[in-house]
């Protein structure tokens, strides 16, 4: 018979749930100050973009690289990702300039707007330019025969957009 090696005792346990109850404070202390979310959010737990338009595909902005923060005045570049379609924009104050990827031609592209929602043109190749957007939360609507596609909401003020 070998003799067997003593394992140490496992660490005394700690008190996760209150640890991670304030870690999570935290993080949504973060959220709120650093990013709060548009006005037209509903209720915790209520995914605003799927109430205001259910079963759409949902564009959500990705980024490839986190630059810091923008300085008044810069402008931004966002770039959106969906199941079926891709939207890149050149958002500033005066217009927003963008190309839609795969692009049919079949489908009615809409910003969407805390007043309403105004129809931008888009040509045959899927590029799409729109003069002086409303300052404030904005978003693109693309109602095509295959569905309906949206972006998360981004904002354009008169100094900048993100």
Not at 49 to 58: E, F, K, L, N, S
Not at 69 to 82: N, S, Y
Request: charged share 25%; no cysteine.
């Amino acid at each position: 018979m070998t003799d067997t090696p003593e394992v140490p005792d496992a660490p005394e346990p700690f008190d996760d749930d209150a640890e991670l109850d304030a870690l999570l404070a935290l993080v949504g202390r973060a959220f709120d100050e650093g990013d709060p979310a548009p006005d037209v959010v509903g209720g915790p737990g209520i995914s605003y973009v799927q109430w205001y338009a259910p079963g759409a595909d949902i564009a959500v902005l990705f980024e490839p690289e986190l630059t810091g923060v923008r300085d008044a005045g810069e402008q931004g570049d966002l770039e959106f990702v969906g199941d079926r379609l891709h939207v890149a924009l050149h958002a500033t104050p005066a217009r927003i300039v963008g190309e839609l990827t795969p692009w049919a031609g079949d489908a009615a592209v809409w910003l969407e707007h805390r007043d309403g929602r105004v129809e931008v043109p888009v040509d045959e190749s899927g590029e799409l330019y729109f003069v002086g957007p409303p300052t404030g939360p904005i978003r693109l609507r693309v109602e095509a025969a295959d569905g309906l596609m949206v972006t998360e909401w981004f904002v354009i003020t008169r100094d900048r957009s993100n």
